[in-house]
């Protein structure tokens, strides 16, 4: 499997491609370019990049914002390993719990995020619009767990 790398520049025209791919409502070129300056995202260490993840700390609170793997490169663990890097990332960053927010219609999101041990938290009826809620789930940072 390839690894990771924190994004550079040059890499927003890839990152536009990936966003093809990604939930409505779609990211922007800016609101990507935005993204890499304000936020943390990582890419896969691949040409072209295949996967995306970008996460968010405010507050002692880690948040995933997007993650994305292109079509032909899901359900070969990218995504797994996008979010045990946020996991990783959140808890070297002194955070004490994750959160994000997903459409209950997002099978393949649902199921990555509980396969790594997120709980639903709330729903938000009708958020990505009539009869699409939004679940928000949180995983918390376990600190008795040894660095690896
Ligand atoms: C969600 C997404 C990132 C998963 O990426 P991935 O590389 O396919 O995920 P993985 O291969 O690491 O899968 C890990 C686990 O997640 C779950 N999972 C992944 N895809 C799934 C699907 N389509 N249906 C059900 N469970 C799924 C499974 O438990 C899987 O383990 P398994 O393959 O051993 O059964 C990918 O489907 C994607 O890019 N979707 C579009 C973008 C998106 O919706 N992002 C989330 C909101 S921003």
């Known amino acids: 499997m390839s690894g990771l790398r924190e994004v550079e520049p040059d890499d927003l025209a890839s990152i536009m491609e990936l966003e093809q791919y990604a939930p409505l409502p779609t990211w922007s070129k800016s609101s990507w370019m935005e993204e890499t300056t304000k936020h943390h995202v990582v890419v896969s260490d691949t040409q072209p990049i295949v996967g995306v993840i970008a996460l968010g700390l405010v507050s002692g609170t880690a948040e995933v914002r997007r993650v994305v793997v ?79």
């Open 70 to 148: 292109l079509p032909q490169n899901r359900r070969q663990g990218l995504g797994r390993s996008l979010m045990e890097y946020a996991y990783r990332w959140a808890e070297n960053s002194g955070a004490t719990e994750i959160f994000l927010e997903v459409s209950a219609s997002n099978t393949a999101a649902l199921g990555l995020y509980r396969k790594i041990g997120f709980q639903d938290v709330s729903v938000r009826r009708d958020y990505y619009g009539p009869g699409d809620d939004g679940v928000v789930m949180c995983l918390p940072i376990d600190d008795t767990q040894e660095d690896s």
